[in-house]
């Protein structure tokens, strides 16, 4: 049969290390500690575990040749869990790993961009649970457990050059009032026309250029590396007057939502999971799932070293605009990364070698009481009567 590699994998020692009373009783530290070698492969669910011949085998095939091997070598305890991993492929072979490997491929995804966003993805993961786990829930627990931070500004020898400070306008007055939300009023809902304006401000396109036939660079209100602005916006919309809760595709040009045909139930606990459990989040009225098609990207900056980067950047830019839109309308406004990526994949039935979500931002009415604690120090949003504690 005729194999080869599959086109991007990193292979790492691991060490998994558990109490052991063993141990103690021998004099030792308490600690079982398992060393081994995982083979981390984007086009694949889950890391392969490998043997030290596996291993080594793994290196000497090509990812773009292919290689004549016997049916004795495909049993080997070299080569036989290469190919039940998915991480040798032969020629012809009709799976999904192969499948997801040609796509891969064809995608041109940086090799160490690849593995960290397929490998960074989380599903099930309660993160409020986890930082209580933790013991760094609150400011005071952090410091306590994860002791003193590094300055909170860099410190650089010798003296500085002091600047006048300017006048402020009416845009440093909506600067000042930027804070991230965690406390929603779910009683009210919001109405279809602030929707409207909230997703023509942060995602809508004003404008098009075409060269040919086929390329088409859109007029957006934020930077995007290339001018290829590849990061979707789906919207689950939850309290919109004259609008059903339901998941829906924005569409920039026309300035429309497409409903999603999906097989997943969007409810309350569908939100929860999106959101990690994050429950100060789950109450708002729209959230929005900001999902990159890569492939747009990468027909441009092919295997680029930087290229999942302008893509990151770009949600940062989408995010700081519907933050400032939502502030501008009396709005209050959210992003975290801190999801289960894999259940919205699902969800939105993505392709996940070319697609994939990188953060959930929100926007809606913000409650008259904090009763979530909410990081704003100058005082331009919540005024001690508002708070509830």
């Known amino acids: 049969m005729d194999v080869r590699r599959c086109m991007i994998v990193v292979v790492h ?14 004099g030792g530290d308490g600690l079982s500690r398992t060393l081994a070698w995982q083979a981390l492969a984007p086009h694949l669910d889950a890391p392969v575990s490998l043997g030290a011949e596996a291993q080594a085998a793994l290196g000497t095939f090509s990812p773009s040749a292919w290689t004549t091997i016997s049916a004795d070598e495909a049993g080997s305890a070299a080569l036989a869990p290469l190919l039940a991993g998915g991480l040798l492929l ?12 040609e796509r891969l491929r064809a995608t041109h995804w940086h090799p160490l961009a690849a ?7 989380w599903e099930d993961v309660d993160a ?6 933790s013991q760094i829930e609150t400011a005071s627990q952090m410091r306590r457990t994860l002791g003193a931070p590094p300055p909170h500004a860099a410190v650089v020898d010798g003296g500085s050059f002091p600047l006048a400070r300017q006048p402020g306008n009416e845009f440093d007055a909506l600067l ?34 075409r060269e040919g036939d086929d390329l088409v660079f859109l007029k957006k209100n934020v930077p995007s590396g290339g001018g290829l602005h590849p990061i979707e916006a789906y919207v689950v919309v939850c309290n919109v007057d004259g609008l059903p809760s339901g998941l ?19 409810d309350r606990d569908f939100v929860m999971s999106m959101v990690g459990q994050q429950h100060w ?37 989408l995010s700081q605009t519907l933050y400032l839109s939502a502030t501008d309308a009396g709005l209050g406004a959210f992003i975290t990364a801190a999801i289960n990526e894999k259940p919205i994949e699902r969800a939105l039935g993505l392709d ?8 959930v931002c929100g926007f809606g009415w913000r409650d008259s009481q904090m009763t979530t604690s909410e990081l704003d120090p100058a005082g331009h949003v919540w005024h001690p009567a508002a708070q509830a504690g």
């Not at 020692?13 to 021998?26: D, K, M």
């Not at 593995?115 to 993805?121: D, E, G, I, L, T």
């Not at 569409?251 to 939502?257: D, G, I, S, V, Y």
């Open 13 to 26: 020692p691991t060490e998994q290390i558990e109490f052991a009373v063993e141990s103690l009783l021998r």
């Open 90 to 101: 032969q020629r012809g072979q009709d799976s999904e790993a192969a499948r997801r490997d």
């Open 115 to 121: 593995v960290m966003h397929a490998f960074s993805r």
């Open 128 to 133: 409020v649970r986890n930082m209580r786990e």
């Open 176 to 209: 000042g009032r930027r804070v991230t939300c965690r406390n929603f009023d779910a009683d009210r809902p919001l109405p279809l026309a602030m929707l409207s304006q909230m997703l023509q401000r942060a995602f809508g396109s004003s404008a098009c250029q």
């Open 248 to 266: 829906y595709l924005y569409q920039a040009q026309a300035h429309a939502l497409k409903p999603v045909d999906s097989s997943t139930d969007i």
């Open 281 to 317: 989040f789950a109450d708002a009225h729209v959230l929005v799932v900001l999902a990159p098609r890569f492939n747009r990207t990468y027909w441009k900056y092919r295997q680029h070293a930087k290229s999942y980067r302008v893509v990151a950047m770009e949600a940062g830019h």
């Open 352 to 359: 996940t070698i070319n697609e994939g979500v990188l953060a």
